[in-house]
């Protein structure tokens, strides 16, 4: 159980487009997911809370009109990155929360590449 | 913002050795979590701990929640090959009010055959 997907899982775009990344917990409801990105050898960096029906909280330094998130549904979680830049290359990845536990359950990852 | 103390930051051991890791914190928390990334992979949950005290295995690993609230150790024993990876603690801050999980920087393990 607590199974999480990510779609797509490595996407190539030019700079300048929009990408949207797909999260959906497949198996369990989630009320909360989270946003994460990830540099080469680093840990993760939140960045944003998203809970469904309601806004994004976004953490300090990231900015919620370039990353829009959507919880439309206790499913799924959407990350869109507006007019994409080269230095927005970098391994994106979303968690879930199940309900009543910290525990959070991680996605396979989304590489994304700018050119 | 806040972080987790995690050491130590890579590890060379042969097949068949134990492993140890430990975070630290200066302030408590109510969870501990250690997952396991591979390269080009999210994180997979390896065990999680909701008390202080609280002595959970998973197979060949062993993690513990430190009875001070401000510390969590994972041990692996008989390590193999798969083993290889990097270990992340994480945790979730008492009085944060927030559902946010804080980070150790990661333990990169690499074995030896």
């Known amino acids: 159980g607590a199974v999480v997907s990510q779609h797509p899982s490595r996407v190539i775009c030019k700079s300048g487009t929009s990408v949207k990344i797909e999260c959906r917990s497949l198996?369990?409801?989630?009320?909360?997911m989270f946003w994460y990105r990830q540099f080469p050898k680093q840990s993760l960096m939140l960045m944003a809370t998203?809970?469904?029906?309601?806004?994004?909280?976004?953490e300090q330094g990231v900015e919620k009109d370039k990353f829009l998130i959507n919880h439309a549904s206790l499913t799924l979680s959407t990350l869109t990155v507006t007019s994409a830049h080269p230095e927005d290359s970098s391994f994106y990845i979303c968690?879930?929360?199940?309900?009543?536990?910290?525990?959070?359950?991680f996605g396979p990852g989304t590489r994304l590449l700018v050119l | 913002g806040q972080q987790l103390n995690q050491s130590p930051q890579s590890m060379f051991i042969q097949e068949g050795e134990d492993v140890s890791m430990n975070c630290t914190s200066s302030?408590?928390?109510?969870?501990w979590l250690w997952y396991k990334q591979d390269p080009g992979e999210g994180p997979v949950l390896l065990i999680a701990?909701?008390?202080?005290?609280e002595l959970t295995s998973n197979g060949r690993l062993t993690a513990q929640f430190g009875i001070t609230r401000k510390d969590s150790f994972l041990n692996i024993s008989a390590s193999i090959p798969s083993d290889v990876g990097i270990y992340f603690c994480?945790?979730?801050?008492?009085?944060?009010?927030?559902?946010?999980?804080?980070f150790g920087q990661g333990t990169r393990l690499t074995i030896n055959p």
């Open positions: 701990l909701y008390k202080a005290g």
């Open positions: 968690s879930a929360r199940v309900a009543n536990f910290e525990t959070q359950y």
């Open positions: 198996d369990f409801q989630a009320t909360t």
């Open positions: 998203s809970n469904e029906g309601s806004k994004a909280t976004y």
């Open positions: 994480a945790g979730q801050p008492a009085f944060q009010g927030a559902q946010k999980l804080v």
């Open positions: 302030s408590i928390f109510n969870t």
